[in-house]
């Protein structure tokens, strides 16, 4: 998967995408690589109905993040303010020691 944790992406589908010109974005808090699936923070919120346990005491409903398909987000450029795709480019830091970057195809910056 190209999206890593602590990214900053942009929701392009479901009801969580916002408006076209202020799309919802948020960081990347877990990543589910087997199942195609991220969990970003704010995004796709879902009621759980808990019982009281030694962990939650009083029980009652509670609100937590959903995993979200990866489909259905881009990873958000800083630099050019836009979502993006991801290049890799191979860097050689000296000595031997090669090291894989990701690059923004738009504007070509390290993400």
């Known amino acids: 998967m190209r999206i890593k944790k602590n990214d900053i992406v942009v929701v392009r589908r479901g009801r969580d995408r916002g408006t076209s010109d202020k799309p919802k974005t948020g960081k990347v808090l877990h990543v589910f690589p087997g199942r195609d ?7 796709n919120m879902i009621s759980r109905h808990t019982r009281p346990s ?38 050689d830091e000296g000595k031997g020691i090669k090291s894989k970057a990701r690059l923004c195809r738009k504007c070509g910056e390290a993400i």
Do not use: M, W
């Not at 987000?73 to 800083?78: G, N």
């Open 37 to 43: 699936r991220v969990i970003i923070e704010g995004v």
């Open 54 to 91: 030694q962990r939650n005491q009083k029980g009652g409903i509670v609100k937590r993040e959903a995993p979200i398909h990866r489909s259905n987000i881009a990873l958000y450029c800083k630099s050019c303010d836009t979502p993006t795709k991801i290049s890799f480019k191979i860097v």
